[in-house]
């Protein structure tokens, strides 16, 4: 069963970056397709950026262009690299592994993105 931590998290200015970091266990990791999501307090959570195992990026349109997903599969890690952030980005970000269509299940505990005005 994978298990995910997240790390990387903080309070930054509107406009600075961060970089997330998330470790994956349980898993061959080269098999699965890795994303981030994030849950903003009174919100769903909500996708933001995904990597395939062949290297494929896709974002949502709110992070497009500011927002870059990577990954290190002798590692097992896979990266979010956040510039021209926003207050709207503040809320808890958690990465996930996908096999096939699926999502799994076993979420780590996030990190915390907290952006001020």
């Known amino acids: 069963q994978v298990q995910l931590v997240e790390s990387g998290g903080g309070l930054v200015q509107s406009g600075g970056s961060l970089r997330l970091s998330c470790t994956a266990s349980?898993?061959?990791?080269?098999?699965?397709?890795m994303g981030w999501f994030r849950q903003a307090p009174g919100k769903e959570r909500q996708f933001v950026a995904r990597?395939?195992?062949?290297?494929?990026?896709n974002y949502a349109d709110s992070v497009k262009g500011r927002f870059t997903i990577s990954k290190d599969d002798a590692k097992k890690m896979v990266f979010l690299q956040m510039n021209s952030l926003k207050p709207d980005d503040t809320a808890v970000y958690y990465c996930?592994?996908?096999?096939?269509?699926?999502?799994?299940?076993?979420w780590g505990q996030g990190t915390q993105v907290t952006v001020s005005s």
């Open positions: 996930n592994a996908q096999y096939g269509n699926q999502w799994s299940g076993n």
């Open positions: 349980g898993i061959i990791f080269r098999n699965y397709n």
């Open positions: 990597i395939t195992s062949g290297g494929y990026r």
